[in-house]
Structure formats: C-alpha cells, structure tokens
C-alpha cells in the first residue's frame, strides 16, 4: 500500500506526546495551581461561591493556556489524576475560607467523562470533601451536557449517588447543547450555568434578553438555581439583574486570580456590600470599585474542561 507522509501531522504528533510527557511531569512537580473565580448574589452584590480553575505553571514556558493541555489530560485519561488534584485543593480552599468568613460560601468544581465514568467517584468525592473539612451541600460539581450524552445510562447512575451524598450538580454551558431541557429533568441537577453566549448580547440584542427571561422563569419553577458566566459590562449585570438571575460571574466583577487575591476581594465585598446594600447605583459603582485586574493573558483564562 501507499501511504503519504505529512510533515505536520508529525509535528503535531510530537507536540502532543511532548505536552503529554511535560504534564505528567508538572502533577508531580507540582506546576498546576488553583486559581478561583467568585460568582456573585445579584440581589445583594455579595460572593456567595467561586469557582476552582486549574492553571499551568510551566518552568520555561510560563503559562500554559488550559485549551492547550485539558483536551491532551482528557484523550490520555490524566483527567482522572488532574480533577482529583483540583478537587483536593478546591475542597480545602473553600473550607478555610468558610472557617475565615463563617459563611456556608459554595465551592464549584468540573468534572469530566472520566470522572463521572467510575462508579466510585461520588464516594470518593464525598469523602475527600469531608476530609478537607468542606461544610455539607456546599460543593457544587459542574457538568456539561457533552458528558451526560456519552454515556446516559451510567452518568445518571453516578449523577443520582452523587446527589445521594449531598453533592450538588450543576449543568454547565447550559443552552448550547441539543437536549438541554430533558436533562432538567432527568438528572438530578440543583442548577444551570447559562452560557456566555446568550449574556454578550443583553443590552443589544432584544432576542437574548428574551432567551435570558425564558430560561430565569423556567428555572425558577422547577426549582433550579441560574448563574450567568461571562459577565464584562454594566449593562449585561443591570439587565440579568432585572430579569432575576440569581447569580452572576465574570471579568466585570472579578478575573481568576490565586487564592490569596480572592482571600482580599472576599474580605472587602463582604464588608463593602453590606453597607451598599439595596441601592442599585451603589451595587454597580461597588461592583466596578472592586474588580480584579488580570496580569494574566484572557486567552489562559478557561475553566478545567477548556
């Protein structure tokens, strides 16, 4: 037979086995770190959870984005190890900053195909939460309807201990997919991450607002709780304010940064909202007031699964 060799092919093939061999290098050198990301109460301007999103600290490269290395933990099967590192760390995180502010403040985390593939993986997670000290039912696992359409069967099985155990779900990038409404009911989800997609246009565009609505007042009737990621300007926080999203999160209010940068946003949004409390205008300017600046790239700002 003919076979035709490519050039690129083969150096997209050493990319990868060499990305492959570094991130194994960097678990266990310890070059990934946690950054957190706070989602905010729209009725009150306070951080009511974060979000745990796993940077590379590479030692000649610098930061690596994480679309450059998740997809390669993910084909590999790395996912498993990498998502239980950022569950340890995350879980322990969160429990201190609960202890710090005595407030029941939630912890999000992703997880993946992998992940969510072992029927083991609710009892370890309960127990690595309970272990770091995470106060019970303030842990919530994203999810994405990409995951839950590999397998059905087996994730509602995973999805229903999970939820036996007191771990909250929350589908993620919720709208993009196909079914997104028959996931709403069956699998046990406390939640829905609207995604940014349907939040860029609010301001703008009469139809995403209407979609925003929609999807507020369904959740709402079922009982779900609605974030909504991708939150970059004034108007997107006073509309989705005035539709009734519950909670919001993004660069306007607060970029990923390391745990002990949101340590200081939280502490002074806790003190700062409670005195600006019910005043629109004093929730905006306080909101603006307190945004974190990125040092980092945006293109490295992304979530475990990208």
Request: proline content about 5%.
């Amino acid at each position: 037979r003919y076979e035709l060799f490519d050039a690129t092919v083969r150096a997209q093939v050493l990319s990868r086995l060499h990305t492959e061999t570094e991130l194994r290098k960097a678990l266990e050198c310890e070059q990934l770190h946690v950054y957190y990301q706070p989602i905010i109460d729209t009725a009150t301007g306070q951080p009511v959870a974060t979000e745990a999103l796993v940077r590379w600290q590479h030692p000649d490269h610098g930061l690596i984005p994480p679309l450059e290395f998740i997809p390669i933990a993910e084909e590999t099967g790395l996912i498993v190890e990498l998502g239980r590192y950022v569950l340890e760390q995350a879980c322990e995180q969160g429990a201190a900053w609960q202890r710090q502010f005595a407030l029941p403040l939630e912890m999000f985390v992703n997880v993946s195909a992998h992940q969510l593939a072992n029927q083991l993986f609710p009892v370890e997670v309960a127990e690595i939460a309970r272990r770091r000290g995470l106060l019970a039912g303030t842990l919530e696992l994203e999810v994405t309807e990409s995951v839950l359409m590999g397998e059905a069967g087996s994730s509602a099985t995973v999805l229903n201990e999970l939820d036996a155990h007191g771990l909250r779900l929350m589908l993620d990038d919720f709208g993009t997919g196909y079914s997104s409404l028959s996931y709403l009911r069956r699998f046990p989800l406390g939640g829905v991450k609207v995604d940014r997609s349907f939040i860029d246009g609010l301001g703008d565009n009469p139809q995403d607002a209407a979609i925003m609505k929609a999807i507020v007042e369904m959740c709402r009737a079922l009982g779900l709780t609605v974030v909504a990621e991708g939150v970059e300007t004034d108007t997107q926080l006073r509309q989705l304010r005035q539709l009734g999203c519950e909670r919001v999160q993004g660069y306007l209010l607060c970029h990923p940064r390391p745990p002990e940068e949101i340590t200081e946003f939280l502490n002074e949004r806790l003190v700062t909202v409670t005195e600006a409390e019910g005043s629109a205008s004093a929730y905006l300017k306080t909101a603006r007031a307190n945004v974190v600046r990125p040092s980092l790239p945006q293109r490295a700002v992304g979530s475990l699964r990208n």
